[in-house]
């Protein structure tokens, strides 16, 4: 893809696969917009797709799948125990990480409920680079503490880190100091730092974390989920590993790892998870977990024609060219947006392009959720379905106050493969209507507010009536236009 050198063009992303199979999509009129994202109580997560015309929410499960994994659902083995399935997953997991044993989970969280039930105890600390939503709902729910210790790059929104991911070893050691090595369940470190924008961690970071690691006897564990975008991020950023391939990347960091998981919604572009583990010993102490939560040790919930794809799916994102086209494509439009004024984080990151609604809606302060308020105008303005990765997303105190989020974002995620240029061009537009007319955007107060993971399914309305003014404002400008 970036071999590719333009003669009279603009210099644009260029995909290295064709479609073949398409879905249909719907726009409907900005009044029917207005009544679903009311109907949804102004939560993203809420909408019906068949009022969704690009749906941006997540990559999660929804990256495109290549012919290749098509094919191989069709051999699939589904016998309940030993499926052959199983063993060539193993296999392909045990050949890119050489990591002896394997347990399947049905996805990423799943392998976190498994992880958390055996490492965390009551008082128990997990130092990580940054947390990820559901990562930290199974650590304080086993009575873990969470502590962040992304450099202070990673949240700075603009930026020119190229690695913003990365963990400060200092602050390791002072939360070590402080807390005691006895207390530490593991270290996490994350790839592809979901919640600050998709951002890498270097390998050269990972050697410092297991020397730390190797100092006190402490565990250290990968959330591979979003590794292939940090692995085109160390290719490309990181001077060592340039003359490496993606699979002696991925080596050196597994080796530096005891334990990777992963979600296979994101890694392989399927619908699953799982473990791999170093250790004998600790992999049976967790193995007992996923006949009780998932499924037997085979499949673990997965469907074996899903375990198939994901085989081919791991060695898909040994290709430069598969795991290219995401970041490639996000930057495109970081690039665009940059280009315009537009409050994004930088440098891009892989996973999907991140609005920082603290600028973009300056106006509106953090108990009003500017990110979900972005978030919802966005969809009533262009049909594009975005996520509010901000103080929505975060979960009160115990004593009921808000946890305001370092950030206020709107993640655009761009799921590998699935969109084209001109709907990515589209979405560039509608943001740079939005952003003329930002002071249109009101704030959002909960209707209905669930005490875990609110975000998912809590309930909002607007502050004000400025959801109708800007429908009017839209038909002023677009006419007639969808
Ligand atoms: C970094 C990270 N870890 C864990 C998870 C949880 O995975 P799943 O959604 O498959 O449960 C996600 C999902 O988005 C993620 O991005």
Not at 225 to 243: G, Q, T, V
Request: contains cysteine; hydrophobic residues 45%.
């Amino acid at each position: 893809m970036a071999k590719v050198k333009f003669f009279g063009v603009e210099s644009i992303p260029l995909e290295m696969h064709k479609v073949r199979i398409v879905q249909k999509l719907n726009l409907p009129p900005i009044e029917r917009r207005l009544e679903a994202i009311t109907e949804a109580g102004n939560n993203t997560f809420l909408l019906r797709n068949a009022d969704v015309f690009l749906d941006m929410l997540t990559d999660s499960g929804v990256n495109a799948m290549s012919d290749q994994q098509q094919a191989a659902m069709m051999i699939a083995d589904d016998s309940y125990a030993g499926s052959a399935t199983f063993t060539r997953l193993e296999n392909k997991l045990r050949e890119i990480f050489g990591m002896p044993f394997f347990l399947p989970a049905h996805q990423g969280r799943a392998c976190e409920n498994i992880l958390s039930q055996v490492l965390v105890s009551p008082g128990s600390v997990v130092p990580m680079n940054y947390h990820f939503t559901t990562t930290k709902a199974h650590i304080t729910l086993n009575g873990g503490i969470v502590e962040e210790l992304v450099g202070d790059a990673g949240l700075e929104v603009v930026s020119a880190h190229p690695f913003k991911g990365n963990m400060d070893i200092a602050k390791l050691r002072q939360v070590i100091a402080r807390h005691g090595a006895d207390r530490i369940a593991f270290v996490r470190m994350e790839a592809g730092t979901n919640l600050i924008g998709g951002q890498p961690f270097s390998v050269a970071n990972l050697g410092e974390i297991r020397q730390v690691c190797d100092e006190f006897g402490l565990m250290l564990v990968l959330d591979a989920s979003l590794l292939a975008d940090n692995l085109h991020f160390i290719k490309e950023r990181e001077a060592d590993c340039r003359d490496l391939s993606i699979r002696e990347i991925t080596r050196r960091m597994a080796d530096l790892c005891d334990v990777i998981y992963f979600s296979a919604r994101k890694l392989g572009c399927v619908r699953g998870g799982g473990i791999c583990i170093r250790d004998e010993a600790f992999y049976r102490r967790m193995r007992g977990l996923v006949p009780l939560y998932e499924g037997f040790l085979t499949y673990g919930g997965m469907s074996v024609r899903e375990m198939e794809a994901l085989t081919v799916g791991l060695e898909e994102t040994m290709d430069e060219d598969v795991i290219n086209q995401g970041p490639q494509f996000i930057r495109y439009m970081v690039d665009e947006l940059v280009r315009r004024g537009i409050p994004v984080i930088t440098p891009a990151g892989g996973l999907g392009c991140h609005i920082n609604a603290m600028e973009f809606v300056d106006h509106i302060p953090q108990a009003r959720y500017p990110a979900g308020a972005l978030a919802s105008a966005l969809y009533l303005v262009s049909g594009i379905r975005g996520m509010e990765r901000g103080t929505l997303s975060e979960q009160r105190e115990p004593d009921g106050s808000e946890v305001f989020a370092n950030m206020e974002l709107v993640r655009l995620a761009l799921p590998r493969r699935v969109f084209t240029l001109s709907q990515v061009k589209y979405t560039i537009d509608r943001l740079t209507w939005l952003y003329a007319n930002r002071r249109k955007i009101g704030g959002l107060v909960f209707t209905e507010e669930p005490e875990i993971l609110r975000f998912f399914y809590g309930r909002l309305a607007p502050v004000s009536d400025w959801q109708t003014e800007l429908v009017a404002r839209f038909r002023q400008d677009f006419g007639d236009s969808l």
